[in-house]
C-alpha cells in the first residue's frame, strides 16, 4: 500500500521511477552499509556493559552516538533494505509516518550527539571556563538534551506542522521537503536551521577552538606536541569532513527543494543523498571509536577482541613498535 501523496514517485502512466533491477541494487548497497552498521555500533553498546572500565562520562556520547545510529540502521536501514527488495514501500500511512518520525528522531540525535562530542573534547582540552572536571552529571546532561533536542524538533509533524512523507524513490519516509504549502515550509526551514545549522555551528566552532589551543602548545612544547597536533588535526578533518559527506547533500537538496518549490527532481538523485545520510551509522563508530586513538583506544581494546573472537591486533602492533625501538637504540651509538 502506497502512501498518499506517491504521484511524485509514479509516472503519469502509474509507473515506478526505478527498474526492478534499481530497486534491488539499492536493496544490495542499503544492506552493505546496514549490516556492518549494525554489528558496530551493537557491539560498542555489549562491551560497554560487559566492562565498567569503558562506562566513563567521556564514553558517555560515544554510546550514546552508538544507541542512535543502531536505533537509524534498525529502523531506515533495515526497512529500506526490505521496501527497496520489494520496490514499494508497504507499510501504508501510518507505516510511513512511523518509519519518518522514527528515522529523524535517531539520526538528529545522531547529529546532535557529533556536535557534543565536539563540544565535550573543547571544553576538556581548551579549558575555557577553567580547571573544572568533567563529570557524569555533565555526560548526562549533554545525552538528554541531544535527546530532548531532537524529540522537540521531531514531533511537530504528529500534530500537523509539517509532515512526514515518501522520499527518493519512494521506499522510505522523512519530512516533505516538497510541499509548498506556507504552514509545512516554516517547518522544514526551521527543521533545518535548528538540526542542522546549530550542530554544524557548534562542531566547526569547537574544533577550531580546539585545533587553535593545541597551534598555541606546539609554540611551547616543541616537536612533541606538534606531533601530538597532526594527529588530532588529521582526526578532526576527517571527522569535519564525513559529517560534510554524510548529510550537507541532503540538507543542501532539501533548502534547494524548498527555495525552488517548482524544481523536478529525478527520484534517483534524490535518493542518494538519504544514503549519504543514512551511511554516518557505519562511518561514525569506524572514525569516532575504532579510529581514535586519543580518545577512545579503551573501546578498541575490547570491542576489537570481541568482533575477533579473542584476537587482539593492537597488541601484536604495540609489541611490533616496541621491539623496533629496543632495536633501534642498540644500534644507536651512546
Given amino acids: 500500500m502506497i502512501p498518499t501523496n506517491s504521484s511524485y514517485y509514479y509516472g503519469p502512466q502509474g509507473e515506478a521511477p526505478l527498474s526492478r533491477t534499481g530497486y534491488v541494487f539499492l536493496a544490495i548497497v542499503m544492506a552493505l552499509f546496514t549490516g556492518p552498521a549494525i554489528l558496530l555500533n551493537s557491539t560498542v553498546i555489549i562491551v560497554t556493559l560487559m566492562h565498567k572500565k569503558l562506562r566513563q562520562p567521556l564514553n558517555y556520547a560515544l554510546v550514546n552516538m552508538a544507541v542512535a545510529d543502531l536505533g537509524t540502521a534498525m529502523t531506515g536501514g533495515v526497512l529500506s533494505v526490505i521496501n527497496n527488495a520489494e520496490g514499494s514501500f508497504s507499510l501504508g500511512r501510518t507505516g510511513c509516518v512511523m518509519e519518518g518520525f522514527a528515522v529523524s528522531l535517531f539520526g538528529i540525535t545522531s547529529l546532535c550527539t557529533v556536535a557534543l562530542i565536539a563540544l565535550e573534547r573543547m571544553f576538556v582540552v581548551c579549558k575555557p571556563l577553567g580547571q573544572i572536571s568533567f563529570q557524569k552529571k555533565?555526560?548526562?546532561?549533554?545525552?538528554?538534551?541531544?535527546?530532548?533536542?531532537?524529540?522537540?524538533?521531531?514531533?511537530?509533524?504528529?500534530?500537523?506542522?509539517?509532515?512526514?512523507?515518501?522520499?527518493?524513490?519512494?521506499?522510505?519516509?522523512?519530512p516533505d521537503w516538497h510541499n509548498?504549502?506556507?504552514?509545512?515550509?516554516?517547518?522544514?526551514?526551521?527543521?533545518?536551521?535548528?538540526?542542522?545549522?546549530?550542530?554544524?555551528?557548534?562542531?566547526?566552532?569547537?574544533?577550531?577552538?580546539?585545533?587553535?589551543?593545541?597551534?598555541?602548545?606546539?609554540?611551547?612544547?616543541?616537536?612533541?606536541?606538534?606531533?601530538?597536533?597532526?594527529?588530532?588535526?588529521?582526526?578532526?578533518?576527517?571527522?569535519?569532513?564525513?559529517?560534510?559527506?554524510?548529510?550537507?547533500?541532503?540538507?543542501?537538496?532539501?533548502?534547494?527543494?524548498?527555495?525552488?518549490?517548482?524544481?523536478?527532481?529525478?527520484?534517483?538523485?534524490?535518493?542518494?543523498?538519504?544514503?549519504?545520510?543514512?551511511?554516518?551509522?557505519?562511518?561514525?563508530?569506524?572514525?569516532?571509536?575504532?579510529?581514535?586513538?586519543?580518545?577512545?583506544?579503551?573501546?578498541?581494546k575490547y570491542a576489537v577482541p570481541f568482533l575477533l573472537c579473542g584476537r587482539e591486533p593492537w597488541v601484536d602492533e604495540e609489541e611490533s613498535e616496541a621491539v623496533t625501538v629496543v632495536e633501534a637504540a642498540r644500534v644507536s651509538p651512546s
Fill in 138 to 174: 555533565h555526560a548526562v546532561g549533554g545525552i538528554t538534551l541531544s535527546w530532548f533536542w531532537s524529540l522537540t524538533w521531531n514531533l511537530p509533524p504528529l500534530f500537523g506542522w509539517g509532515r512526514y512523507e515518501l522520499e527518493g524513490v519512494g521506499t522510505s519516509c522523512a
Fill in 180 to 300: 509548498t504549502d506556507p504552514h509545512n515550509v516554516s517547518y522544514i526551514l526551521a527543521y533545518f536551521a535548528v538540526c542542522f545549522a546549530v550542530p554544524f555551528a557548534i562542531i566547526v566552532a569547537s574544533y577550531a577552538k580546539l585545533m587553535w589551543t593545541l597551534h598555541q602548545s606546539q609554540a611551547l612544547g616543541g616537536g612533541a606536541v606538534a606531533k601530538g597536533e597532526m594527529k588530532v588535526a588529521s582526526m578532526v578533518v576527517l571527522m569535519v569532513l564525513t559529517f560534510l559527506i554524510s548529510w550537507m547533500p541532503y540538507a543542501s537538496l532539501a533548502m534547494f527543494v524548498v527555495s525552488n518549490p517548482d524544481v523536478k527532481i529525478n527520484p534517483l538523485v534524490g535518493t542518494v543523498p538519504v544514503y549519504l545520510a543514512k551511511s554516518s551509522t557505519v562511518y561514525n563508530p569506524i572514525i569516532y571509536i575504532y579510529l581514535n586513538k586519543q580518545v577512545a583506544s579503551p573501546f578498541r
